[in-house]
């Protein structure tokens, strides 16, 4: 079976590790690397003990991340992953999953405003997984965004309408009816800026709606809104893929 493993540039953590010489470095960005190996299915209990004893995260399949509070860093690592990652992505998931999740996250929006939203944003849009699931069908507009280059430009190969930072941060307020955030939140890489933004393109009224994966990273989404300018009614509810958020923008 096969591993991604991200680690800081050194790549120390891998020095005298039994399973180090079947891995290869696949990508690297600023100071984190990438490290894909492959290794007998039966030794991976022992491999996940050993990476989760040297602080590294199992954050979904067969790919880990270094546990870190910083958010810079976080995303440094999140980033690298992805850089790597987006040529393997659709075959290192299960995309039904995935579809299915933006599906009951546009569910749960309409039956809270009782109605369908009409523009919507995929906000950690990957190479476009969204385009697998009705969401495309059922919204008059959708966007994507990324913060992953590689994977914004796959998203826009697939035909996912795509957008910059550039382009994001050059919207006018009130852009959106809801942002939809699947498999993106446990990640916790959004900085203040970065969801004080959301707030602004998202309507009044509107909803973000995002899922936890593991239930991880929950404290972190309800205290970054509360340093929000805006204000924000929560719901939360369970589901398959973590706990679900609909963040309601209401003012």
């Known amino acids: 079976m096969r591993i991604y493993i991200v680690v800081g540039s050194d790549a120390r ?10 891995f290869d470095c696949l990508a690297v960005e600023q100071d984190a690397r990438l490290y ?37 860093a976080r995303r440094t690592y999140v980033r690298t992953l992805f850089a790597g990652l987006s040529n393997f992505y659709d ?14 996250l546009l569910q749960g929006i309409s039956r809270m405003t009782g109605h369908l ?32 280059s590689s994977n914004r430009a796959l998203a826009s ?8 930072p550039e ?13 939809l955030s699947a498999f993106v939140l446990h990640y916790e890489t959004l900085s203040p800026s970065d969801i004080a933004t959301l707030g602004r393109v998202l309507k009044k009224g509107g909803i973000w709606a995002g899922n936890f994966h593991k239930d991880w990273g929950m404290d972190w989404f309800k205290g970054s809104l509360l ?3 805006c204000h924000w009614q929560l719901d939360w509810a369970p589901s398959p893929y973590g706990q679900l958020v609909f963040a309601r923008r209401l003012a």
Not at 131 to 143: F, G, N
């Open 13 to 22: 953590v891998l020095v005298g590790w039994s399973q180090a010489e079947n």
């Open 36 to 72: 894909k190996g492959d290794i007998a299915e039966t030794d991976f209990a022992e491999v996940d003990a050993w990476l989760h004893a040297h602080k590294l995260e199992r954050m979904f399949e067969a790919c880990y991340l270094p546990v870190v509070e910083d958010v810079v």
């Open 91 to 104: 075959g290192e998931i299960n995309k039904s999953v995935n579809a299915t999740c933006y599906d009951t």
């Open 117 to 148: 939203p009409r523009h919507v944003l995929d906000f950690g849009c990957g190479p476009g997984t969204v385009l697998s699931s009705e969401v495309p069908r059922l919204v008059q507009h959708l966007k994507g965004f990324d913060f992953a």
């Open 157 to 164: 190969e697939r035909g996912l309408g795509v957008l910059t």
């Open 167 to 179: 382009q994001l941060e050059a919207l006018p307020n009130d852009s959106f009816d809801a942002i």
């Open 227 to 229: 340093k929000c300018a």
